[in-house]
Antibody, heavy 122, light 108 residues
Framework: QVQLVQSGPEVKKPGTSVKVSCKTSGFSFSRSTVQWVRQARGQRLEWIGWIVVGSGNTNYAQKFQERVTITRDMSTSTAYMELSSLRSEDTAVYYC???????????????WGQGTLVTVSS | EIVLTQSPGTLSLSPGERATLSCRASQSVSSSYLAWYQQKPSQAPRLLIYGASSRATGIPDRFSGSGSGTDFTLTISRVEPEDFAVYYC?????????FGGGTKVEIK
């Protein structure tokens, strides 16, 4: 079955970086798109960016443009989201979500990871 | 950036009633690139609808999506107990792929 398994919770100091992984299985990773979304406690979902896995092309929200890098490792079917220059406002649960272009739309994000809590605190 | 405004903020319904959720965009959403998600407490979102009206795999047919341009609707024909949750719309026609603020469907 399809699985997206994210890395564990992180506690970071302001100004440092965090890299969250999203290991996938059970679908055609190379023919998928992966988006990253975050949610602060009690807040709405916030789109960070996405990657077209096959080409490696990325698209980031302007808000995160200078601080985020989304990558993928085709050999392990894993996507990564790295966020730098962390501040307290970045404390949130970070989710990856995948759309399998080979079976449905490249924009139908059917598959979600369990979420990774990133806490930024001095 | 396209701002999505969802209404109402909270919808109080009894099981079996019809739910109508609105998502209004500040600009036209190209190619009806709009999705609806359901989220329950401490869970990841679940895709219900994409392309404004296409049901995702495994989604019951009591969920339907409609609309185009700037006005979109999610309808639950008869609310079941497991449908009480928060619902978000997301547009992916232009970057950033913004989300609405959510509508909470609660038990009356």
């Amino acid at each position: 079955q399809v699985q997206l398994v994210q890395s564990g919770p992180e506690v970071k100091k302001p100004g440092t970086s965090v890299k969250v992984s999203c290991k996938t299985s059970g679908f055609s990773f190379s023919r998928s798109t992966v988006q990253w979304v975050r949610q602060a406690r009690g807040q709405r979902l916030e789109w960070i960016g996405w990657i077209v896995v096959g080409s490696g092309n990325t698209n980031y929200a302007q808000k995160f443009q200078e601080r985020v890098t989304i990558t993928r490792d085709m050999s392990t079917s894993t996507a990564y989201m790295e966020l730098s220059s962390l501040r307290s406002e970045d404390t949130a649960v970070y989710y990856c979500a995948a759309a399998d272009c080979s079976t449905t739309s490249c924009y139908a994000f059917d598959y979600w990871g369990q979420g990774t809590l990133v806490t930024v605190s001095s | 950036e396209i701002v999505l405004t969802q209404s109402p903020g909270t919808l109080s319904l009894s099981p079996g009633e019809r739910a109508t959720l609105s998502c209004r965009a500040s600009q036209s959403v190209s190619s009806s690139y709009l999705a609806w998600y359901q989220q329950k407490p401490s869970q990841a979102p679940r895709l219900l609808i994409y392309g404004a009206s296409s049901r995702a795999t495994g989604i019951p047919d009591r969920f339907s999506g409609s609309g185009s341009g700037t006005d979109f609707t999610l309808t639950i024909s008869r609310v079941e107990p497991e449908d009480f949750a928060v619902y978000y719309c997301q547009q992916y026609g232009s970057s950033p792929h913004t989300f609405g603020g959510g509508t909470k469907v609660e038990i009356k």
